[in-house]
């Protein structure tokens, strides 16, 4: 019998079967499958999970290995959580004021636009047209991404609708 899930990154359907298993990695997206934007506390365990961490040998209640769960860690964990989550709100209001709002190509959060430039080149004309694909100087938009921090450039407004009126064939 095959299992299917829906990949939380992509919305992709996946479809294994049993002797291959699950898979770990999205084979559409390569984003890992477990763990999307979650975070395991531990508030809500059964009793069954606390006794799996209880030692009999020294009578007392073994501590998790995970660093969320870590006394020393949880403070750093604390004011970073509240510090993202204030940032989610403030990058989702821009994204929404944006024109466009392109995803990061790689890991596919929106992107904020950062600003515009005007770039001069000296073009190169192509044999097919006779001509460049665009006229020097011409602008473009800088976004980044709030979450992996790449940067993604590409054609302000303008600009592509002058390429596209070079690339269209007179008639």
Same mark, same amino acid.
């Given at each position: 019998?095959?299992? #299917?899930?829906?990949?939380? *990154? ?5 479809? *294994? ?19 999307? /934007? ?6 809500? /365990? ?11 040998? #020294?009578?007392?209640?073994q501590q998790p290995q995970d660093d ?13 959580? %509240?510090? *993202?989550?204030?940032?989610?709100? @403030? ?6 004021? #944006? ?5 990061? $190509?790689?890991? /596919? ?7 515009? !430039? @005007? %770039? ?7 044999? %097919?047209?006779?001509? $460049? =694909?665009?006229?020097? $100087? ?5 976004? =980044?991404? $709030?979450?992996?921090? !790449?940067?993604?450039? %590409? ?17």
């Amino acid at each position: 019998m095959e299992e #299917q899930t829906i990949c939380p *990154w992509c919305d992709t359907e996946i479809v *294994w079967d049993e002797e291959i298993g699950p898979e770990k990695h999205c084979p559409h997206c390569e984003n890992e499958l477990s763990g999307y /934007r979650t975070m395991q506390i531990g508030i809500d /365990r059964d009793e069954d999970e606390q006794d799996d961490n209880w030692d009999g040998k #020294q009578g007392k209640q073994q501590q998790p290995q995970d660093d969320a769960y870590n006394d020393d860690s949880n403070e750093g964990f604390r004011q970073m959580n %509240v510090s *993202w989550l204030a940032a989610e709100a @403030t990058i989702r209001q821009i994204t929404d004021g #944006q024109d466009e709002a392109p995803e990061c $190509p790689s890991c /596919r959060e929106y992107m904020l636009e950062a600003g515009k !430039q @005007t %770039v001069s080149l000296l073009p190169t004309v192509h044999a %097919v047209t006779g001509k $460049p =694909i665009i006229q020097s $100087p011409f602008e473009t938009i800088t976004y =980044i991404c $709030p979450s992996c921090f !790449q940067t993604s450039t %590409v054609l302000g407004e303008s600009s592509r609708k002058q390429m596209l009126e070079l690339l269209a064939p007179k008639e």
